[in-house]
């Protein structure tokens, strides 16, 4: 290990190390640029996530507007129905009425 090395093979070494490390300068700036996608692709995935959650608030809520406006609409066609109930009620009673007040005229009551 004492003996001097030449110019020559000096030269040839440095020319060999540059050429490495030009080799690995590309690999990192490989490196670099996929990890500049993840990165991208990470933010993407989490603004997608917050969007998805968002949404699905949106449809809960939106379900349980649906739930009371069904309600809603069960109470309002009730009352309709229970209104008419009452009508045809009525006119069945006055036509009993009718009948029997005319029955009892026809056998002197």
């Not at 001097?4 to 590309?26: D, G, K, V, Y």
């Not at 998805?52 to 939106?62: L, S």
């Not at 009352?79 to 109930?85: N, Y």
Request: charge should be negative.
């Amino acid at each position: 290990m004492d003996t001097p090395i030449t110019r020559a093979e000096h030269n040839e070494f440095c020319r060999r190390m540059e050429e490495e490390h030009s080799r690995q300068n590309a690999r990192i700036a490989d490196i670099e640029a996929g990890l500049t996608e993840v990165r991208a692709i990470s933010v993407s995935i989490e603004r997608l996530a917050t969007n998805m959650e968002n949404m699905a608030k949106e449809q809960e809520r939106q379900g349980r507007e649906q739930e009371k406006q069904g309600e809603r609409l069960d109470a309002l066609e009730g009352r309709d129905g229970e209104m008419w109930r009452k009508v045809i009620g009525c006119v069945i009673t006055a036509v009993i009425g009718a009948v029997i007040g005319f029955v009892c005229s026809r056998i002197g009551m």
